[in-house]
């Protein structure tokens, strides 16, 4: 019974100590690389702005991209729209098995007011 209980504990802190040096954070936010993904979002951040004609046709610049895996995951992207307003998107994809698409959860946009105002609080 000792035995398997101290297979056990090693097993699990091995896999704790693998996340813990690897500097990925288990639910924690992680930069996200997949462009694929980040075209994805920029699309469903158009569809968001649409309603704004103003705002619709102005080029959108990525500041931040990042993931979340959740039972799914979640996508945060931070992105400046014609220089005017910045904006921040949360996304949920569930998970494959699902069938179901990707939705948006939570968007929002502020003037900018200073160059200081785009680099700060990006999250």
């Not at 813990?20 to 994805?40: C, D, F, H, I, P």
Request: proline share 3%.
């Amino acid at each position: 019974m000792f035995v398997r209980w101290l297979i056990l504990t090693i097993t699990i802190d091995t896999i704790y100590f693998q996340c813990a040096y690897s500097g990925q954070l288990v639910g924690g936010l992680q930069k996200s690389y997949n462009n694929e993904l980040k075209t994805e979002l920029v699309n469903l951040a158009r569809q968001q702005l649409s309603s704004n004609t103003h705002l619709a046709s102005k080029p959108i610049r990525v500041l931040e991209f990042y993931s979340q895996i959740v039972a799914g995951t979640n996508y945060w992207l931070i992105f400046i729209v014609g220089e005017e307003q910045k904006c921040k998107l949360i996304a949920y994809k569930p998970l494959p098995y699902t069938h179901k698409p990707i939705q948006v959860t939570f968007f929002k946009c502020d003037n900018i007011t200073s160059i200081n105002q785009v680099t700060k609080n990006n999250h």
